[in-house]
């Protein structure tokens, strides 16, 4: 990235562009992503969209527990036939329960991804609207080691996400 910029201004100052002519500036994207109000709104969907999953996970959970505690307490009294269905049926349970919490964890990181997309999106068109409208020539973001107050516009690129609607 340091290279990538050294170059970039390498070549402005070849082309007889002087460096006090230049308005640069940076953007602290993960500022941005936790006050975007777009990210509440999303993080919002997805616990309605995957809430009730997660309740079913839950009382997959406590049925497992309760049928293990049976176990537990009824071991010495039951029969070997009914301990042997009792042993399977919580097999199967924590097998069923366990491909559940896979499939609910592949499902959410694809939807949490997909959120994070539109967002990501909406904070480059941002980003860029504010270059564009305020003669940047550079905005910088990821890599910065430091960055003067005087060039830090994340302030405006979140002022600017709060106004876009959705």
């Known amino acids: 990235m340091k290279t990538k910029i050294a170059l970039f201004l390498g070549l402005l100052l070849a082309a007889n562009v002087s460096y006090a002519d230049l308005k640069i500036g940076f953007v602290n994207i993960p500022?941005?992503?936790e006050k975007a109000p777009q990210a509440e709104k999303a993080k919002k969907r997805l616990e309605k969209e995957f809430s009730p999953r997660d309740k079913q996970l839950v009382a997959q959970q406590?049925?497992?527990q309760r049928l293990?505690?049976?176990l537990a307490k009824d071991a010495a009294v039951i029969s070997e036939s009914a301990r042997v269905n009792?042993?399977?049926e919580i097999l199967n349970k924590k097998r069923d329960a366990k491909r559940a919490q896979q499939e609910f964890s592949e499902d959410f990181n694809v939807r949490r991804n997909e959120e994070l997309g539109k967002l990501q999106r909406r904070i480059v068109e941002?980003?860029?609207g504010i270059a564009k409208d305020q003669d940047f020539d550079l905005l910088l973001?990821?890599?910065v080691i430091y960055a003067s107050d005087k060039i830090d516009v994340t302030s405006q690129v979140?002022?600017?996400l709060s106004?876009?609607?959705e």
């Open 126 to 128: 941002a980003i860029r």
């Open 68 to 70: 293990d505690e049976k």
């Open 158 to 160: 979140q002022q600017k």
């Open 86 to 88: 009792l042993e399977r």
């Open 141 to 143: 973001t990821d890599g």
């Open 163 to 165: 106004t876009m609607p």
């Open 62 to 64: 406590k049925e497992i």
């Open 31 to 33: 500022a941005v992503l």
